[in-house]
T-cell receptor, first 116, second 111 residues
Framework: GAGVSQSPSNKVTEKGKDVELRCDPISGHTALYWYRQSLGQGLEFLIYFQGNSAPDKSGLPSDRFSAERTGGSVSTLTIQRTQQEDSAVYLC??????????????FGEGSRLTVL | DAKTTQPNSMESNEEEPVHLPCNHSTISGTDYIHWYRQLPSQGPEYVIHGLTSNVNNRMASLAIAEDRKSSTLILHRATLRDAAVYYCILSSRNQGGKLIFGQGTELSVKP
């Protein structure tokens, strides 16, 4: 498909387990963003990639959260030792170039994480 | 980050125009004004953006005040499909395209 693809679409895990969420951006998009949205809340910025580097990690809520991007394409968000407050929809977006502030962000459908 | 203020909710009738306001009194000269919307159970989608001049596209129009301290998103004929949360966001060059979402305006459309 031509859009941003995220997997899994749904993930249920037990407290204390690690989870990995994957994002496939639109081909050729150099900028990639992770957000999360708790139930009934707005979007919370987590991290931004330009190519494979992350110039802005300011939104990561704790050191249990990490993300990487390889080959300037796929990104993985990892949450270690999950807690119940991590339950949310994790959204990924990409844009042609993050340096162009007129760049439209294209969002995926999100990965819904439930921590029991 | 420059902040925006929007009403929590608005109602509209189908096939009537809708004017969604946004205040951004602390906007800087290089901040762009973006609008996104989020339909239920979906990721946000781009609606429109502008800097100083009014903008039109197939989805909507953006009217920007002369002092840029406020803007209005205009949906010319609301449909039931336009029911969504609408976010007004400012972005600047030094943010790498990052958008900081507020709470937005929940628009409901009545048939």
């Amino acid at each position: 498909g031509a859009g941003v693809s995220q997997s899994p679409s749904n993930k249920v895990t037990e407290k204390g387990k690690d989870v990995e969420l994957r994002c496939d951006p639109i081909s050729g998009h150099t900028a990639l963003y992770w957000y999360r949205q708790s139930l009934g809340q707005g979007l919370e910025f987590l991290i931004y990639f330009q190519g494979n580097s992350a110039p802005d990690k300011s939104g990561l809520p704790s050191d249990r959260f990490s993300a990487e991007r390889t080959g300037g394409s796929v990104s993985t968000l990892t949450i270690q030792r999950t807690q119940q407050e991590d339950s949310a929809v994790y959204l990924c977006a990409s844009s042609i170039s993050g340096y162009r502030d007129t760049g439209e962000l294209f969002f995926g459908e999100g990965s819904r994480l439930t921590v029991l | 980050d420059a902040k925006t203020t929007q009403p929590n909710s608005m109602e509209s009738n189908e096939e009537e125009p809708v004017h969604l306001p946004c205040n951004h009194s602390t906007i800087s000269g290089t901040d762009y004004i973006h609008w996104y919307r989020q339909l239920p159970s979906q990721g946000p989608e781009y609606v429109i953006h502008g800097l100083t001049s009014n903008v039109n596209n197939r989805m909507a129009s953006l009217a920007i005040a002369e002092d840029r301290k406020s803007s209005t998103l205009i949906l010319h004929r609301a449909t039931l499909r336009d029911a969504a949360v609408y976010y007004c966001i400012l972005s600047s060059r030094n943010q790498g395209g990052k958008l900081i979402f507020g709470q937005g305006t929940e628009l409901s459309v009545k048939p």
